[in-house]
Nanobody, 116 residues
Framework: QVQLVESGGGLVQPGKSLRLSCVASGLSFWVYGGKWVRQAPGGGREWVASIFPTAGVTDYVTAVKDRFTISRDNDENTMNLQMYSLKPGDSAGYYC?????????WGQGTQVTVSS
């Protein structure tokens, strides 16, 4: 059974950092890659960052490029999102997503609030 569990969200001041993690069971980030998606209150889902299978090539939405870093730990089967220089506009629920050959899998999300 596939399970994705996010952690690491919280309330931070603008300019601070947070590190989100997504632990997977039942599938591998090395095989399938993964992405982070966020959703602000009243808004739609926004893709944030992807890490692709095997070689681990990464890609980011323009708004977070140079501030966020997506990575994976193959030994721990964990996908991370290191977020620097956070802005109020980054406030959202952050969700881990993996697309297998069969379907999309989602975690329950972790809330990030950036406010002074």
């Amino acid at each position: 059974q596939v399970q994705l569990v996010e952690s690491g969200g919280g309330l931070v001041q603008p300019g601070k950092s947070l590190r989100l993690s997504c632990v997977a069971s039942g599938l591998s980030f090395w095989v399938y890659g993964g992405k982070w998606v966020r959703q602000a209150p009243g808004g739609g889902r926004e893709w944030v960052a992807s890490i692709f299978p095997t070689a681990g090539v990464t890609d980011y939405v323009t708004a977070v490029k140079d501030r966020f870093t997506i990575s994976r730990d193959n030994d721990e089967n964990t996908m991370n999102l290191q977020m620097y220089s956070l802005k109020p506009g980054d406030s959202a629920g952050y969700y881990c997503n993996v697309r297998s050959s069969v379907r999309d899998y989602w975690g329950q999300g972790t809330q990030v609030t950036v406010s002074s």
